[in-house]
C-alpha cells in the first residue's frame, strides 16, 4: 500500500471513529436528560393541570417518535441500498400521484389527531371559574413576590394581607388562581410539576390556575430571559394539608417583636440604618433616643432606592428554606435532604419549624450579605446606579463589617 493510501485509509479510520464516539455522547447526553429525580421533570405531574400536560405529551412523543424512526430508517436504507457506486443514471421519472396522496393523508391525519387534544387542553388549562383561593405573584430582578389578600382560602381565613417571596405555599388538593405580572421586565413563570408556563410581563395580569396533590417542595425556574441574573431567578412551591397551611398562615401574620438577645439587639439596630430603607420587617419599630422602641413602625421604600421599586419582605425570613431569588438554601444540605424527603404526613410539621440553629445555612447567607453582586451578578455597582436615575437594580454591596454581618445574621434567625 502506497502512502497515499495509507494517508486516506488513516483519515477513513478517523472520521469512522469520531463518528461512533459522537453518537455515543449525544446517546449518553440525551439518556442523561431522562433521570427520574429531575427535581423539574414534567413527566412526574404532581397537579391537576400538569396531569393533564402529560396526557397529552406522551402520545405525542410517542408518535413522534415513531415517525422519527421511520423517517431515519427509510433515510439510512435509501442512503445504502442506493448510494453512488459508479453506475449509470437512473431513469428520472414524474414520480408516483398515488404514493404522494398517501404520504399526504398520513401526515394530516397525525396532525388531526395531534390538533383537536391540544386545543381541547389548551382551553381546559386555561379555565379558572373553579378557583378557591388568589395569590398576586410578582416577578423582580431576580426573585417572585408573593402576595395574599384578604380571603379564605381552601377553608383557611386570611385576616391581612401577606407579603412573602421565594416560595408559593399554598394548600394542597385546592384550585389556586395565580395573578401574575412583573415590575420591571419579562419573565416568565414555571413549576413544571404543577403546571405550564406563564408570561409575567409589565402592565397585565396572566392568570394561572394550580393545585398540587400531596405536601412537598416542587421546583421552579423563570423561563424568559430577564437579565443578567435570570438563571438564579428561582423558585419553590410548597404544598401543605390545610392544617398546616392555617399554621402557615397564623405564623405570617405575626408581627416581628423586639429581640431579647443582645447580639439580635444590636443587629436590630444595624437592620434599622442598614437594611431597612428597601426590606420590609412588619413589626419594627423607629428607636427613641433613650434606645426604646416607639409606637411609630419603620417602613421601607424601596421605590427609592430600587429599580423595580421592591424588595424581599423579610418579617419572617428563617419560615422558609430559600433566599436570594430561591438560589440557595438557608436549611444546610442534611436538614435540606430530610424536609425533601419527608413522606406527604411528616412533611408539614418539618417545613413549619423553619430554620433552626443546627439546621442554618450560615456560610451562604453571610456571603450574600457581606456582597451580593459577587454571589449574585446584578446591575447594582455606583456606574450602573447612575445610568438607572440614581437607583441600584438588585441588591448593592453595603461594604459592612463582620460584626455588622454578625449581629444582622442574629436578629434576622429571630425572623421565624
Same mark, same amino acid.
Given at each position: 500500500m502506497s502512502g497515499v493510501e495509507q494517508r486516506v485509509s488513516t483519515v477513513r479510520f478517523v472520521k469512522q471513529r469520531s463518528g461512533i464516539v459522537l453518537a455515543i455522547v449525544a446517546a449518553a447526553v440525551m439518556l442523561g436528560g431522562c433521570a427520574r429525580n429531575a427535581p423539574q421533570d414534567t413527566f412526574q405531574p404532581a397537579g391537576e393541570n400538569a396531569r393533564r400536560i402529560n396526557n397529552l405529551q406522551l402520545p405525542v412523543f410517542i408518535i413522534a417518535g415513531v415517525v422519527f424512526a421511520i423517517v431515519l430508517g427509510m433515510v439510512l436504507f435509501i442512503v445504502v441500498r442506493y448510494r453512488d457506486r459508479g453506475q449509470e443514471m437512473p431513469k428520472q421519472t414524474h414520480g408516483k400521484p398515488a404514493l404522494e396522496i398517501v404520504l399526504t393523508i398520513i401526515p394530516a391525519i397525525i396532525l388531526i389527531g395531534v390538533g383537536i387534544p391540544t386545543v381541547s387542553t389548551v382551553f381546559s388549562l386555561a379555565k379558572t371559574s373553579d378557583t378557591q383561593c388568589v395569590i398576586n405573584v410578582t416577578g423582580q430582578q431576580w426573585w417572585w413576590e408573593y402576595e395574599y389578600p384578604v380571603q379564605t382560602c381552601g377553608g383557611v381565613n386570611i385576616a391581612e394581607p401577606i407579603v412573602t417571596s421565594g416560595e408559593l405555599v399554598l394548600p394542597t388538593k385546592v384550585h389556586?388562581?395565580?395573578?401574575?405580572?412583573?415590575?420591571?421586565?419579562?419573565?416568565?413563570? $414555571?413549576?413544571?410539576?404543577?403546571?405550564?408556563?406563564?408570561?409575567?410581563?409589565?402592565?397585565?395580569?396572566?392568570?394561572?390556575r394550580m393545585e398540587a396533590d400531596q405536601p412537598g417542595i416542587y421546583a421552579g425556574q423563570?423561563?424568559?430571559?430577564?437579565?443578567?441574573?435570570?438563571?438564579?431567578?428561582?423558585?419553590?412551591?410548597?404544598?401543605?394539608?390545610?392544617?398546616?397551611?392555617?399554621? $402557615?398562615?397564623?405564623?405570617?401574620?405575626?408581627?416581628a417583636p423586639k429581640p431579647t438577645d443582645a447580639m439580635a439587639l444590636r443587629g436590630e439596630d444595624t437592620f434599622r440604618t442598614q437594611c431597612s430603607r428597601c426590606h420590609q420587617v412588619n413589626g419594627l419599630m423607629e428607636?427613641?433616643?433613650?434606645?426604646?422602641?416607639?409606637?411609630?413602625?419603620?417602613?421601607?421604600?424601596?421605590?427609592?432606592?430600587v429599580v423595580a421599586g421592591n424588595a424581599p419582605n423579610l418579617t419572617n425570613l428563617m419560615t422558609r428554606t430559600t433566599f436570594a431569588g430561591a438560589t440557595w438554601d438557608l436549611l444546610n444540605d442534611q436538614c435540606r435532604k430530610a424536609l425533601h424527603d419527608a413522606s406527604p404526613d411528616k412533611f408539614g410539621a418539618l417545613y413549619l419549624k423553619g430554620v433552626?440553629?443546627?439546621?442554618?445555612?450560615e456560610a451562604d447567607l453571610r456571603e450574600w450579605i457581606r456582597n451580593a453582586p459577587a454571589k449574585k451578578p446584578m446591575y447594582s455597582s455606583e456606574a450602573q446606579k447612575a445610568q438607572n436615575g440614581g437607583k441600584y437594580r438588585g441588591m448593592p454591596n453595603l461594604n459592612l463589617t463582620d460584626n455588622q454581618i454578625d449581629e444582622i445574621i442574629a436578629y434576622l434567625l429571630e425572623r421565624k
Open positions: 389556586v388562581l395565580l395573578r401574575i405580572t412583573s415590575n420591571d421586565v419579562i419573565h416568565s413563570y $414555571w413549576i413544571p410539576k404543577l403546571n405550564g408556563k406563564r408570561d409575567a410581563v409589565p402592565g397585565r395580569i396572566h392568570p394561572l423563570c423561563t424568559e430571559f430577564c437579565g443578567l441574573s435570570h438563571a438564579r431567578m428561582r423558585m419553590d412551591a410548597v404544598g401543605l394539608y390545610t392544617a398546616d397551611f392555617a399554621t $402557615w398562615v397564623a405564623n405570617q401574620l405575626q408581627l428607636e427613641n433616643a433613650d434606645g426604646t422602641n416607639s409606637d411609630k413602625p419603620v417602613i421601607s421604600f424601596p421605590d427609592l432606592y433552626t440553629p443546627d439546621c442554618f445555612n
